[in-house]
């Protein structure tokens, strides 16, 4: 079946810019995650969704950075003002419910969208 | 808190030689524990998962590893290096509990010499 897939997948923006990054989980799955891939930082959490609620913010870097979730499904990662160190790779995941709310703990990652921030 | 430490960022093996890439892990609750590979310019594809079961988890494309609770490591190991691993590798921990984020480590990046 389709997998997690992400849109753009390549983007460069000027400093100062507004972005926004979307993400489209595989059909059912109700974890949603974002992380950040970066030279210097690695692969970082940055925030998570369970349904449309985001229980876990703790890893956004700053309030210019802002996501959101609709209908259970798709999401919406929005840089403000973008700074030349928002420049990364943005990857989505997502994650089954498993049966009876047990989580099954697997994440599935889409292939990315490279942020260039000039 | 939870984390991961991957020794050597940088690992070279010759093709059909054994690849051994080190994972160390701190979690003060029961973990569950990740092995991804990420080929160049693509995402994040699980080769295995540790989550209690069995200590020794095999994962795909020949990989596996060995869970040691004693030790605090997750190593993966492939008996016979081929051309089409290299690639990164990242460890990663999550808890048992909780949202599950995943914590990863630095990655290593497998250089296979022909």
């Known amino acids: 079946g389709a997998g997690v897939s992400q849109s753009p997948s390549n983007k460069v923006t000027e400093k100062g810019k507004d972005v926004e990054l979307r993400c489209d989980p595989i059909?059912?799955?109700?974890?949603l995650y974002w992380y950040r891939q970066s030279l210097g930082q690695g692969l970082e959490f940055l925030i998570y969704f369970q349904g449309n609620s985001a229980p876990d913010k703790s890893g956004l870097p700053s309030d210019r950075f802002s996501a959101e979730r609709t209908g259970g499904s798709v999401s919406t990662l929005t840089i403000q003002r973008t700074q030349q160190e928002d420049s990364a790779v943005y990857l989505c995941?997502?994650?089954?419910?498993?049966?009876?709310?047990?989580?099954?703990?697997?994440?599935?990652f889409g292939p990315g969208t490279r942020l260039t921030v000039l | 808190a939870q984390s991961v430490t991957q020794l050597g960022s940088h690992v070279s093996v010759s093709e059909g030689a054994l690849v051994l890439l080190r994972c160390n892990y701190s979690s003060s609750v029961p973990p569950y524990l990740f092995w991804y590979v990420q080929y160049p310019n693509q995402g994040l594809q699980l080769l295995l998962k540790y989550t209690s079961a069995a200590t020794l988890v095999k994962g795909i494309n020949g990989f596996e590893a060995e869970f040691k609770k004693s030790e605090t490591s997750f190593h993966l190991t492939k008996p016979s290096a081929h051309m089409s691993d290299a690639a990164e590798y990242f460890c990663?921990?999550?808890?048992?509990?909780?949202?599950?984020?995943?914590?990863f480590g630095t990655g290593t990046r497998l250089t296979i010499i022909p």
């Open positions: 059909s059912g799955h109700t974890a």
């Open positions: 995941a997502s994650r089954p419910p498993g049966l009876a709310g047990v989580s099954t703990d697997t994440q599935y």
């Open positions: 990663a921990v999550s808890s048992v509990r909780g949202n599950e984020k995943l914590t």
